[in-house]
């Protein structure tokens, strides 16, 4: 039994663990070979005894336990109600590091932007912001033309209008910054017209690694149909999951390729917890920028942990974003439930660029796979997660 660990998902809320117990068939046998303690589950085997200590400050309470299962590839399921007193110390952490858990705090001066990928630079050396002013939630056009009974010619316009930053502004908004096209490294940016003639906006490049750090943004004025070249963007919309923020003085240094760090992971939370505030929506349509469709998402916003414990006593644990999802619906059944979301007005839309849709679903996929099998689907949706917070690894004795 040397090497196994349990799984344990906990509801912080209601104080409810769901206990994965690497446990064989039991056969010809009356009593399960399992025994809880307020601190530890020891599991019986004709091996011997492996003992799974719970951290410090996690207790499970007596008799009470519930839903025992035993599950082909998984062992052993059972629920337990638990007691969870978090570490004075540990608490204060977490709300020093709140600030910085809802993404970058960006302050005026000179501030770098950088692609993620490669640490390339994106803005002008330069460049040193006056002002940092958050952009209203991304709902507010539509929120101005509701909120006058007879419609005025300068609601009208003010509604058009996209939200132009001036020369030395940086606009903040949920998921993304915007700054003027002047403030943009041109020796290490591209803006450039997609191929893909579904595409109307321009994409922006990072010179260095072809990765797509945001879109050009126009001013929102009509187009006369004698127009023939689209009006330069005059604003560049950022997005924070494919860059990094620094302040004056800080270096550049590119997220591993392909895979999004641990900080960059909790972003996309953070972006998706603050989409949904923004759009009262717990559930989204995910697609690219020329609405192909990855990715049904439904936000499971309970406070949940993921905890496995080792029989060497090591204790991993992460706080996590539950979300059920269900990648590409593009045929069948999938394909009709997405037909009812777009129809829905309590599903919120989401459009990234194309690299951030992939990465989205791969990384939901991936996080799938960590789970155990019987806890991977729920409802016809798969079931997976986006890290909030990794909390520091422990040992017990
Ligand atoms: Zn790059
Ligand atoms: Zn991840």
């Given at each position: 039994m040397e090497g196994k660990t349990m799984f344990v998902e906990i509801q912080k809320q209601v104080g409810a663990a769901h206990f994965v117990l690497p446990v064989e068939a039991v056969k010809d046998s009356k009593s399960l070979p399992v025994v809880v303690h307020p601190d530890k589950v020891a599991v019986q085997s004709g091996?011997?005894?492996?003992?799974?200590?719970f951290p410090d400050g996690f207790r499970v309470r007596?008799?009470?336990c519930s839903g025992l299962?035993?599950?082909e590839g998984d062992g052993l399921h059972l629920r337990l109600s638990v007691v969870e007193e978090e570490a004075e110390e540990q608490k204060e952490k977490e709300e020093d590091g709140r600030g910085e858990e809802n993404g970058p705090d960006i302050k005026p001066g000179h501030t770098r932007m950088c692609c993620a990928m490669c640490g390339h630079q994106l803005l002008k050396p330069s460049f040193c912001a006056k002002r940092v002013l958050p952009l209203p939630s991304d709902g507010w056009q539509e929120a101005v033309a509701h909120s006058f009974?007879?419609?005025?010619?300068d609601t009208q316009n003010m509604a058009a209008q996209t939200l132009a930053p001036r020369p030395a502004d940086i606009l903040t908004g949920?998921?993304?910054v915007l700054v003027h096209a002047k403030a943009i490294h041109s020796d290490n940016v591209d803006v450039v017209d997609s191929e893909d003639k579904m595409v109307l906006v321009p994409l922006v490049r990072c010179k260095r690694c072809r990765s797509q750090v945001g879109i050009g943004v126009t001013t929102g004025k009509k187009k006369t149909p004698a127009q023939a070249t689209p009006e330069p963007p005059c604003a560049i919309k950022l997005y924070l999951s494919n860059i990094t923020?620094?302040?004056e003085g800080s270096t550049c240094s590119p997220v591993t390729p392909g895979h999004a760090s641990p900080g960059q992971d909790s972003v996309l939370a953070q972006q998706l917890l603050k989409e949904s505030e923004s759009q009262y929506c717990l559930r989204f349509v995910v697609q690219d920028l020329r609405a192909d469709v990855y990715l049904l998402m439904w936000l499971l916003k309970s406070e949940t942990r993921l905890m496995t414990i080792s029989t060497q006593g090591s204790v991993s644990s992460r706080d996590i974003l539950k979300i059920l999802y269900l990648p590409l619906p593009r045929d069948g059944v999938n394909k009709l439930l997405l037909e009812s979301?777009?129809?829905?007005?309590n599903v919120g839309?989401?459009?990234?660029?194309?690299?951030?849709c992939l990465h989205l679903v791969s990384h939901l996929v991936s996080h799938t796979q960590s789970l155990p099998v019987s806890l991977r689907s729920m409802n016809n949706f798969m079931v997976g997660f986006l890290t909030l917070k990794n909390n520091p690894e422990s040992k017990t004795t």
């Open positions: 091996k011997g005894e492996s003992v799974y200590r007596p008799k009470s299962k035993w599950l009974c007879h419609k005025s010619q949920t998921g993304h923020v620094h302040e979301w777009k129809k829905d007005e839309l989401l459009s990234y660029p194309r690299d951030t």
